[in-house]
């Protein structure tokens, strides 16, 4: 065994300690050092990438304020001058046959008492009475 | 990281054994600055500070690591994309001078969150009772095939044994102090230990501990 062997556990009782040196990555002080190195600098990259991360989302909180406000006075805007304009003006409710695009003569010939001659029906299809 | 109850002992353990064979390992003494000092000065980007946060935690983050995946390389990657999140977000840390459960906390997680993805990478690249079937080992081992084997063997374990052993028998910590890390008794960590090495050394062999480990 080695130097580092334990005496707290009874020898005889106790299953003697077995070499664990080779899955220690720190046990070679070279290669330590050189683990030590990489997380430091690791920590240094990782901060700056945080502090830059942070700085971004602060630069946007900081725009964010004048950008609401902006948007805000804007659509104020807007609603007061949808109001301010006049609507189109009220029109004559529409009939169904109407809104289906029947020409209104011919409504008015098909609700007419008597029957419509030939010559009636194309004067109003074509859009003129006779 | 080494508890703090037994550091001093370990480090100079290890400062001894390290200048025995040439390669000086010491630390600097953990604990002072304490964890909540340290994460102040981090959260300011003090990178001793870091530095000192990533050598003292760096361990018991991977035991944690290791003990959900029982894979050294997802675990070593977990660890490393942990301590850097967690690091890059210390103002996060409700309670500075509890760093190393917080950081426990997040690797646990990306750990458990890494194993639920298709195609999760599992330990046993080599199955360790092929090796130790009949204790003994068909050729010699090199390096690599004895750390896969190690960690098969380990994979056979529960995540609690696993993090136990790691803690205990790698990283030198006490009973006590696994207990509190994980929510337990120090008799049941004792527990977790005496079964987990039985285990190990059931999968591994007598043939390959005596071989490689100077058994």
Redesign the interface.
């Known amino acids: 065994m080695n130097d580092r062997e334990n005496h707290e556990d009874d020898p005889l009782t106790f299953p003697a300690r077995v070499p664990l040196e080779l899955i220690d990555p720190a046990g070679d002080r070279a290669r330590f050092d050189g683990i030590i190195r990489s997380i430091t600098a690791g920590v240094a990259v990782e901060r700056v990438q945080l502090r830059t991360a942070a700085g971004a989302l602060g630069a946007l909180g900081q725009l964010s304020g004048p950008a609401i406000a902006a948007a805000a006075a804007v659509l104020i805007a807007a609603g007061a001058a949808l109001m301010l304009i006049p609507g189109p003006a009220a029109s004559p409710p529409r009939s169904f046959a109407e809104s289906a695009g029947i020409p209104h003569t011919l409504i008015e010939l098909t609700m007419s008492a008597g029957a419509p001659t030939p010559d009636q029906l194309i004067g109003a299809i074509n859009g003129t009475s006779r | 990281m080494t508890h703090p109850a037994r550091e001093n002992e ?1 480090a100079s ?1 290890r400062i ?2 390290e200048r025995l064979i040439g ?3 010491s630390e600097p003494p953990p604990q002072s600055p304490s964890d909540a000092e340290l994460v102040m000065l981090g959260g300011r ?1 003090d ?1 001793a500070a ?2 000192a946060l ?2 003292r935690h ?2 018991a983050a ?1 035991a944690v690591a ?1 003990a959900v995946t029982a894979c ?1 390389d997802d675990a ?1 990657d977990i ?2 994309d942990a ?3 967690a ?3 210390l103002d996060q840390c409700r309670d500075p001078s509890r760093f190393g459960q917080w950081l426990a906390v997040i690797v646990r997680n990306r750990a458990r969150n890494e194993l639920a993805k298709p195609g999760a990478r599992r330990a046993s690249g080599v199955d360790p009772n092929s090796i130790a079937a009949d204790g003994s080992t068909p050729r010699a081992m090199d ?1 690599d095939e ?2 896969i084997a ?2 098969g ?2 994979a056979l374990l529960s995540e609690p044994q696993r993090e136990v ?2 803690l ?3 990283y ?1 910590w ?2 006590d102090a696994i207990a509190e890390r994980l929510g337990t008794s120090a008799g049941m960590s ?1 527990q977790h ?2 079964k987990a ?2 285990q ?2 059931e999968t ?1 062999g007598p043939e390959l ?1 005596r071989e490689y ?3």
Do not use: C, Q, S
Request: proline letters at 2%.
């Open positions: 370990v353990n001894r054994l390669n000086d390992a980007g990178a870091l530095d990533v050598r760096y361990r991977y290791f050294a070593e660890t490393h301590l850097i999140n690091l890059a977000r390096r004895l750390r190690i960690e063997a380990m052993v790691l205990h028998d790698l030198d006490p009973h004792r230990l005496f090495r039985r190990l050394r591994l501990l480990f100077d058994e």
